[in-house]
């Protein structure tokens, strides 16, 4: 398929249109960049977490879960570095009144002409840039007074460094081990947009690796290759996918080595997630401010030593946002053009529909109970509104792998249509065996048939 079939419009028109996503309070004309995920956007995006858990902590033994508050002592924001340094270039313009990221100016639209970037139309008129904070301030307890001001966080990753001697202690583990968490952060960007891939509120898959000092760049490039071979498998197509190592000029303060996992959205290349080697900044930024040792004692050795730290940090939505935007497809069936999403099945939001070929004769009465013997065991979905066909149609919007319809020879023999959604192939089964037949096709292992176009 050629990549100019997948546009942001047609993925924010198909999320729309089948309730994936859609933006947030909208009889009140909505809140700029904040939008709700509907049913089909839940499933899909509670996929994406669990493969992500997944292989975080069913597929190792060396990575534990926690889910910290996201409301922290300032304390920790400060000593984090985040109070005086979490910031952008924000310029206004006098003219328009509009807010810009100083460093995306030529990223962007004029508002009152668009063909130019902010800055270059005849009426511009841009203040100097001063940095701008992009935290989220709020206030704790019933009366906003001195002292009770509090941020929401911006990442998830310090909640894991603060809690680190309480999990080690708990949890039994010595370095190298990970903590992973997921959960939601919040940044007051200056120019959010790109539907779900730039918003103010979003989730974050984040896992701190405490490794041995001089273990740390051997991790560093054991975490490349497993976040890349993460979205691979799960069926990103290799040669949209990239590695990119920052810059010099590019690192954080605190990094050694960083390096981003890029996907070719229709936006152009951009980042999934981040992976850094942090170093002993962040433990030792904490245990100065607190007081408190944040250290290994390795008995073995009688060595102490404060861990270097590798940080893998995916964003949920902009996975999600990937997976769909790759498995997109439009292609011709029988003279009429089919949407479909080839979504991996592990990640299909419905794992297989059961369709009565007609509202009578019994058939509904049959799908019903295919429909009862497969929902205990996966995702599955009832549908009897409309022709067979516009009911396949909207299956395959929302990526549904299997369909399974119920017809006449169904009433004689107990067998279904089992259709599969890329190859379009139809085989007969027992009503009894479906459930172990899509546990069978699940397990198997699958390949997008965009690789092969």
């Known amino acids: ?185 919040f940044r007051n960007e200056i120019t959010p947009g790109n539907f779900v891939f730039r918003t103010r509120e979003f989730e974050q898959m984040e896992m701190e690796f405490f490794v041995p000092p001089p273990d740390a760049p051997r991790w560093f490039e054991h975490w490349l290759d497993a976040r890349m071979s993460w979205y691979v498998d799960l069926g990103i197509r290799p040669d949209h996918l990239r590695l990119r190592p920052h810059e010099e000029d590019e690192l954080s303060h605190y990094s050694s080595a960083t390096s981003d996992v890029e996907y070719l959205f229709p936006i152009g290349w951009s980042e999934l997630e981040g992976i850094a080697n942090r170093g002993d900044f962040d433990l030792r930024a904490h245990a100065r401010h607190s007081g408190k040792k944040l250290e290994y004692f390795d008995s073995a050795t009688n060595e102490r030593y404060v861990p270097h730290v590798i940080e893998p940090a995916a964003g949920a939505d902009r996975a999600t946002l990937a997976f769909m935007v790759d498995a997109y497809d439009e292609e011709d069936v029988e003279g009429e053009t089919r949407t479909v999403l080839r979504l991996h099945p592990q990640l299909a939001p419905v794992k297989v529909a059961v369709l009565p070929l007609v509202r009578k004769d019994g058939l509904p009465e049959l799908a019903r109970e295919a429909y009862e013997a497969l929902k205990p065991v996966v995702q599955a979905e009832y549908d009897e509104g409309g022709s067979i066909g516009r009911r396949y149609r909207r299956q395959d919007e929302i990526g549904t792998p299997w369909g399974v319809t119920v017809d006449h020879q169904t009433t004689e023999d107990r067998t279904v249509t089992l259709r599969d959604r890329d190859s379009l192939e139809q085989t007969r089964v027992a009503i009894d065996e479906l459930p172990d037949e899509i546990l069978r096709r699940l397990r198997e292992p699958w390949r997008s048939p965009k690789l092969d176009a």
């Open 1 to 185: 398929m050629p990549t100019d079939v997948v546009t942001m419009d047609k993925i924010v028109a198909l999320c729309k249109r089948r309730g994936f996503v859609f933006p947030s309070s909208e009889i009140y004309g909505g809140l700029a960049s904040t939008y709700d995920y509907g049913h089909y956007g839940v499933l899909l995006k509670r996929n994406v977490k669990d493969a992500w858990w997944r292989a975080m902590l069913q597929e190792r033994d060396d990575i534990v879960a926690l889910d910290a508050a996201i409301l922290m002592s300032p304390k920790v924001w400060e000593a984090s570095g985040h109070l005086a340094s979490f910031t952008d270039p924000l310029v206004d313009c006098r003219r328009c009144g509009q807010r810009f990221r100083a460093d995306h100016l030529g990223e962007l639209e004029c508002p009152e002409k668009p063909s130019k970037h902010p800055g270059e139309g005849p009426n511009c008129d841009l203040t100097e840039a001063r940095d701008f904070n992009l935290m989220f301030e709020t206030t704790i307890g019933p009366v906003k007074e001195s002292g009770a001001e509090i941020y929401l966080r911006p990442e998830t990753a310090q909640g894991i460094f603060v809690d680190f001697p309480q999990v080690m202690q708990t949890a039994r583990k010595k370095p190298p081990f990970g903590i992973a968490q997921i959960g939601k952060s």
